[in-house]
């Protein structure tokens, strides 16, 4: 199957950096790609789409200057937490469909602590 | 905008025993696509099951089956005899056409030995 790698599994910064998170497609083209958040034992919700080569699609109360999404390739995606505080910790997932197929496919998923 | 429900916050299962999670989702799309997927402690997302609106049969991945009951927007997960690899979050979500996700809150199975 597909295989979508993110990277780093885990990660821990201290308040007020940025945390860069990558999303790639190792065996396909993604020219969409999607970030979750998932807090413990909760379900994933959608932060934003990320579109190759255009602007990211932000959800309703996602700030887009806090999380920057940049998908430069169409194997790419990148989500930057910005000026990182305590509440963004958190386990982000990436996922990515592959044309032709219904299902999208997953990365590991980043663990974010800031402290 | 969808909504995917899941009612049952935690469920338990004796080993070899048959489990059924219950899922119930609201759109007026006639065509979109259907999933269960498993979240072990790894919290890496394994598919479990797809089915798509447009078939009437249920879909089946070996132990995994599903009761689609599109009339009444129903989409129930059984596993037959369980094991304790079975452990784990599971999520039904929905996708529209547009590829988007949207994932009900989640149940949690736990397999008694």
């Known amino acids: 199957g597909a295989v979508v790698s993110q990277h780093p599994s885990w990660v821990i910064c201290k308040s007020g950096t940025s945390v860069k998170i990558e999303c790639r497609s190792l065996?396909?083209?993604?020219?969409?790609m999607f970030w979750y958040r998932q807090f413990p034992k909760q379900s994933l919700m959608l932060m934003a789409t990320s579109n190759e080569g255009s602007k990211a699609t932000y959800e309703q109360g996602v700030e887009k200057d806090k999380f920057l999404i940049n998908h430069a390739s169409l194997t790419l995606s990148t989500l930057t937490v910005t000026s990182a505080h305590p509440e963004d910790s958190s386990f982000y997932i990436c996922s990515a469909p592959r044309e032709g197929n219904t299902e999208a496919f997953f990365g590991q998923g980043t663990r974010l602590t800031v402290v | 905008a969808q909504t995917v429900t899941q009612s049952q916050p935690e469920m338990s299962v004796q080993e070899a025993e048959t489990v059924t999670l219950s899922c119930t989702y609201d759109t007026s799309e006639s065509d979109y696509y259907l999933f269960w997927y498993k979240q072990p402690p790894s919290r890496q997302m394994i598919l479990v099951i797809r089915?798509?609106?447009?078939?009437?049969q249920n879909a089946t991945e070996n132990r995994f089956s599903v009761n689609f009951q599109k009339a009444a927007k129903s989409f129930s997960l059984k596993i037959s005899d369980s094991q304790l690899g079975d452990a784990a979050m599971y999520f039904c979500?929905?996708?529209?056409?547009?590829?988007?996700?949207?994932f009900g809150a989640g149940t949690i199975l736990r397999v008694k030995s």
């Open positions: 065996d396909f083209q993604a020219t969409t």
């Open positions: 979500a929905y996708r529209s056409v547009g590829n988007k996700l949207v």
């Open positions: 089915q798509e609106a447009y078939k009437q």
